[in-house]
């Protein structure tokens, strides 16, 4: 399951907006998001560019640090 390092998420409203905007993403499905962890676990239904998903993280204010894509 790939890992995604977010910074900047400091309440379950930060959550509830990374969830919202990698479950957007066509071919990602089952996103879990830890606060206390800082970071976000997805499936792939099919291919998606890093970018993509570093995209989506980022246009909504928050940062990705080292990723397991």
């Known amino acids: 399951m790939p890992t ?3 910074t900047g ?3 379950g409203h930060c959550v509830a907006s ?3 905007a990698l479950n957007d993403i066509d071919g ?5 998001v830890n606060l206390e ?8 239904t099919k291919p ?5 998903i ?3 993280i980022t246009k ?3 940062s990705v640090g080292e990723s397991n894509f």
């Open 28 to 32: 990602i499905t089952d996103v879990q």
């Open 54 to 56: 570093t995209g989506a």
């Open 37 to 44: 962890n800082g970071e976000a676990t997805y499936t792939e």
């Open 48 to 52: 998606v560019a890093p970018e993509t």
């Open 9 to 11: 998420m400091s309440c």
């Open 60 to 62: 909504i204010g928050f």
């Open 18 to 20: 990374v969830t919202k």
């Open 4 to 6: 995604i390092k977010i």
